[in-house]
């Protein structure tokens, strides 16, 4: 399983951003897909995510501020999350996590690449 994350930035508070996240590979079945958050010195903390029901879930710092939405192309599924109302408490390098099926890997999380999101106050 392959994860490439995108979509991170530089954005003033009152703006918006959208993070991508692509995986592609061997995965026969995606369980879940989760966007993680880290900020120096703290520990990984789970922002949103969305099972394989469609179900989601999201952190209070970010509810009805943030938005997940999960489709699939050309063998490829993806994740994304639209951030509206960003304010200087969101900046952090968001990871993308997928926990997945596949035949070498079994069942496991995979980590993208952390994308950094800043946000001027």
């Known amino acids: 399983v392959q994860l490439q994350a995108s979509g991170g930035g530089l954005v003033q508070a009152g703006g918006s951003l959208t993070l991508s996240c692509a995986a592609s590979g061997n995965i026969a079945t995606i369980n879940a897909m989760n966007w993680y958050r880290q900020t120096p010195g703290n520990e990984r903390e789970l922002v949103a995510g969305?099972?394989?029901?469609?179900?989601?879930?999201?952190a209070d710092a970010v509810k009805g501020r943030f938005t997940l939405s999960r489709y699939n192309a050309e063998n490829t599924a993806y994740l994304e999350m639209q951030m509206n109302s960003l304010n200087p408490e969101d900046t952090a390098v968001y990871y993308c996590?997928?926990?997945?099926?596949?035949?070498?890997?079994?069942?496991?999380?995979?980590w993208g690449q952390g994308t950094l999101v800043t946000v001027s106050s």
């Open positions: 996590n997928v926990f997945a099926f596949s035949p070498t890997t079994r069942w496991a999380h995979t």
């Open positions: 969305i099972g394989s029901t469609g179900r989601t879930n999201y």
